[in-house]
């Protein structure tokens, strides 16, 4: 009798032993372990990152200006005066996060974006305010900038309240409105176009007296002399310091110089500083 062996075809039976089925459940519960490892790592890193906050800055919080002044006589009294003024530059920026980003720099200029430069005209203190606008959130920052001012002039020569063609010579100082310093010096020397003030006779030596005067609508209501002296050196240097000066609208603040020499002609030139004026 030959027996044939019976193939069992049982529904839902597994085609692999059992512990084939093990080892790729074990596998499957591994790989799945491991992904869900990275995606909960990256879920929880993306909860645990705030946003930037909004914030702004700028080169340097403190500039200085220039202004020069030199006036140019040919021989007739009618002297060209030429005036250059050579602003500080600073630069600005704020956080870029997508938003509308404006600037208000306080002397009624505006700007957009996240970085620009400015100039002020003016010596003083500015707030600077910037701002972005995202969907219904607008938020602010503030920067406090300080700017002074360095000065210096060359103008034409003093001639003697004595002589036909007599002259005083004017410095301009300040018109900046509000309390500031002004400090710097005024010097006078011998331009060569008459005899040396070292070689003069006592009789003749050479002079000058510098006036300082505060004026309001063109009418000097202040002054006081700096000094008032001869001197028998090609160069005399008078220093200057006036604290906490005080300046409204329409006052301002200058030198005066004079000679009492007729043959004195000398070709003053000054330095000063001036602070950021400070409205008080």
């Known amino acids: 009798m030959v027996r044939g062996s019976a193939a069992v075809d049982d529904e839902g039976a597994s085609p692999f032993p059992p512990r084939y089925m093990t080892l790729v459940l074990l596998c499957i519960f591994v790989v799945g372990m491991s992904a869900g490892s990275v995606l909960s790592g990256a879920g ?61 720099f306080g002397d009624g200029f505006t700007a957009t974006g996240s970085t620009t430069n400015h100039s002020f005209a ?13 969907a219904d959130e607008v938020t602010t920052s503030t920067l406090i900038i300080t700017v002074n001012l360095e000065s210096e002039a060359e103008v034409d020569n003093m001639e003697c309240v004595c002589a036909p063609t007599a002259k005083d010579t004017l410095i301009p100082l300040s018109q900046h409105q509000g309390q500031s310093q002004i400090e710097g010096f005024v010097m006078v020397e011998h331009d060569g176009s008459s005899e040396s003030c070292s070689l003069r006779n006592p009789l003749q030596e050479c002079h000058v007296r510098v006036i300082m005067q505060k004026l309001s609508g063109g009418d000097v209501v202040e002054e006081s002399v700096l000094f008032d002296d001869t001197f028998r050196s090609n160069e005399q240097v008078i220093d200057f310091v006036f604290e906490d000066v005080q300046l409204g609208q329409g006052e301002r603040l ?10 004195d002609w000398h070709k003053p030139t000054a330095e000063w500083t001036t602070s950021a004026p400070v409205m008080v």
Do not use: C, K
Request: proline fraction near 1%.
């Open 122 to 134: 003016e010596p003083g203190v500015y707030t600077v305010q910037v701002s972005e606008s995202r």
């Open 254 to 263: 200058q030198l005066r110089l004079e000679t009492d020499q007729i043959r």
């Open 44 to 104: 929880l890193g993306l909860l645990s990152t705030s946003e930037s906050e909004f914030e702004a800055t700028v080169d340097n919080e403190v500039g200085t200006n220039q202004f020069i002044l030199i006036e140019v006589d040919e021989g007739d009294n009618d002297e060209e005066v030429m005036v250059e003024h050579i602003l500080h530059v600073f630069t600005f920026a704020a956080s870029d996060r997508g938003g509308l980003i404006t600037w208000d």
